[in-house]
């Protein structure tokens, strides 16, 4: 079967399960945000925290509470990490360096999950359970909690009040995330991703040698990276390695995980606001772009002229022969065009055009359809953006959703979009600018330009998926990363969460004959191409040193 048609048929496959799934788990997400009842063990949790889920929060007071409970997960993870030697579990592993503890607390913490070690040469079992997958959980239901403040600011009126950032943290983790992550490692296990506690084993090699190896909780981990969109890997082989991704089912299935929350959440987002219309809006333009993306990847990884391309099928230098082209590229734009950082295949590997794609699957900003919460608040700003522009056009004052688009609002979103961009092109030129980061480049020219650069935009951008050629285990590669980490994850919450209260006080505009109506195909072309043209501007000359120059001259 040629890859073009392999990838037709999952995507078809994809399609239909995500079409399957979206009314009802966006539905049940939006009764979960809107409900007034506690279960019991949620009741457990807010006494062990003092918090009181009737309590109405400001944008002042909920951005306070995410910025806590995340300062709180750094510095635990950071210090189980160091204590890793005493711990019982730990398989013999020393404690983490004080500059990578740093690294993957900033990391985990953001939902980013970027890693410069080896999982399974590195991190015993209960750093890897009791730190590593419980940030998986709460790192989503951070995102997840941000974007339903946003949603709540278009929904209320007259009232500067979000929501109790403390409920809608526990609920998204106990009614949404732990519930479909059971069920997805059953699914898991049954395909073959193992799931235990053993010890380190050794494996004879055809050549006498003995490669040692260590079990673990990876259907149950391996879950919840993919579908929080966190990332990361139990082991340094990530979702290539055939414990944690043994098949072609399994690989679908991971896809399916990482792509069924961020896209349902529109319809949670159109349930929210009272009007579904706007959020298959938003699903449109969204779904565009990831199936835009998808068919052009596939192109550039199976259309390569040349023998060696020819008896392989396409470009599978880095790639899983029992994925192949199709199931590589699949996963590495719905990794990358969401927040998750997984890989099934080698993205340096790719071809120049083919890792490009990759690139500018993150600089979009990761809303196609994005991350757990992330891609829908990022979409949502783009789409104030987009309604601004329009209004501009016209000479009309821009309203979305019944709210005025203003002075205010329109620089909260300015600098959302800017934050990021600034971080990663800064942070780029200040590692080429040295001696000692050049030095972890193992390749030269284009290439090389864009592995530091797909650094930086994968840690910024909270994606954590690497190029694979760079040596980023250094003191200036863990500590800039993991600053660009907790940046890029945290001061765009406090643009977006200010962007919500400033809706939440205005009253509702009436619509009158002049409104730009937003639930049309009109206006999710207008924020699609908002989205190219912002992303153009600022990252192209970038692009045209790294990725587009490779690929040009191949």
């Known amino acids: 079967m040629s890859p073009v048609l392999s990838g037709a048929l999952q995507v078809l496959a994809l399609v239909a399960a995500l079409a399957l799934a979206y009314r009802p788990l966006g539905d049940h997400m939006a009764r979960v945000y809107s409900s007034t009842k506690d279960l019991r063990v949620e009741k457990w949790i807010y006494r062990a925290v003092g918090?009181?889920?009737?309590?109405?929060?400001?944008?002042?007071?909920?951005?306070?509470?995410?910025?806590?409970?995340?300062?709180?997960?750094?510095?635990?993870?950071?210090?189980?990490?160091?204590?890793?030697?005493?711990?019982?579990?730990?398989?013999?592993?020393?404690?983490?360096?004080?500059?990578?503890?740093?690294?993957?607390?900033?990391?985990?913490?953001?939902?980013?999950?970027?890693?410069?070690?080896?999982?399974?040469?590195?991190?015993?079992?209960?750093?890897?359970?009791?730190?590593?997958?419980?940030?998986?959980?709460?790192?989503?239901?951070?995102?997840?909690?941000?974007?339903?403040?946003?949603?709540?600011?278009?929904?209320?009126?007259?009232?500067?009040?979000?929501?109790?950032?403390?409920?809608?943290?526990?609920?998204?983790?106990?009614?949404?995330?732990?519930?479909?992550?059971?069920?997805?490692?059953?699914?898991?296990?049954?395909?073959?991703?193992?799931?235990?506690?053993?010890?380190?084993?050794?494996?004879?090699?055809?050549?006498?040698?003995?490669?040692?190896?260590?079990?673990?909780?990876?259907?149950?981990?391996?879950?919840?990276?993919e579908l929080g969109t966190n990332g990361g890997g139990y082991f340094n082989a990530n979702s290539s390695h055939p414990f944690e991704n043994p098949n072609g089912f399994s690989n679908l299935f991971e896809v399916f995980l990482i792509l069924l929350i961020p896209f349902a959440m529109t319809r949670t987002f159109g349930r929210m606001v009272g009007s579904l219309r706007q959020g298959y809006a938003i699903l449109a333009t969204m779904a565009a772009f990831w199936l835009g993306f998808t068919a052009l990847m596939m192109w550039t990884e199976s259309a390569h002229h040349g023998p060696a391309f020819e008896i392989a099928g396409g470009a599978m230098e880095g790639k899983e022969t029992r994925f192949g082209i199709a199931g590589s590229s699949i996963f590495a734009v719905a990794t990358t065009l969401t927040s998750t950082g997984a890989v099934n295949s080698f993205h340096s590997s790719f071809t120049g055009l083919g890792g490009g794609i990759t690139m500018l699957g993150m600089q979009l900003g990761e809303i196609a359809p994005g991350g757990v919460g992330s891609g829908l608040y990022g979409m949502l700003v783009m789409a104030v953006v987009a309604v601004f522009l329009a209004g501009l056009m016209v000479g009309r004052t821009p309203e979305y959703l019944g709210k005025k688009i203003g002075i205010r609002e329109i620089k909260l979103a300015a600098c959302y979009i800017l934050i990021t961009p600034a971080l990663v092109l800064g942070l780029t030129a200040a590692a080429l600018a040295l001696p000692t980061p050049a030095g972890s480049m193992t390749n030269t020219g284009a290439h090389g330009f864009s592995e530091i650069l797909y650094a930086y935009t994968s840690g910024a951008n909270n994606n954590g998926s690497a190029f694979a050629g760079l040596n980023a285990d250094t003191q200036w590669f863990n500590t800039t990363i993991g600053l660009a980490m907790l940046l890029g994850r945290f001061l765009p919450m406090v643009f977006v969460l200010a962007l919500a209260g400033s809706l939440a006080r205005q009253s509702p505009v009436p619509p009158t004959a002049g409104t730009l109506r937003t639930q049309k195909p009109l206006f999710s072309g207008l924020l699609a191409g908002t989205v190219v043209i912002v992303t153009g501007l600022t990252y192209f000359p970038a692009l045209a040193l790294g990725p587009l120059a490779e690929g040009l001259a191949s």
């Not at 002042?60 to 210090?79: D, I, W």
């Not at 015993?124 to 998986?136: C, D, I, P, R």
């Not at 809608?168 to 235990?196: F, K, Y």
């Open 51 to 225: 918090a009181d889920p009737r309590t109405e929060m400001r944008w002042p007071a909920y951005l306070r509470g995410v910025l806590a409970f995340s300062v709180v997960g750094v510095l635990f993870l950071y210090l189980l990490q160091r204590l890793q030697g005493v711990l019982p579990g730990s398989l013999g592993f020393v404690p983490i360096d004080p500059d990578q503890a740093f690294n993957t607390a900033a990391s985990f913490v953001a939902n980013t999950n970027w890693q410069s070690y080896y999982g399974e040469q590195a991190m015993g079992h209960v750093v890897q359970t009791g730190g590593l997958a419980v940030q998986n959980f709460v790192s989503a239901a951070v995102g997840m909690a941000v974007a339903v403040a946003l949603v709540r600011g278009f929904a209320r009126s007259r009232t500067g009040e979000l929501g109790n950032f403390w409920a809608d943290l526990v609920r998204g983790t106990v009614r949404i995330l732990l519930p479909l992550s059971v069920v997805g490692a059953l699914v898991l296990a049954a395909t073959g991703v193992i799931q235990n506690f053993s010890g380190i084993h050794g494996v004879g090699q055809f050549d006498g040698s003995v490669q040692q190896f260590n079990g673990g909780a990876v259907a149950s981990q391996e879950v919840i990276k």
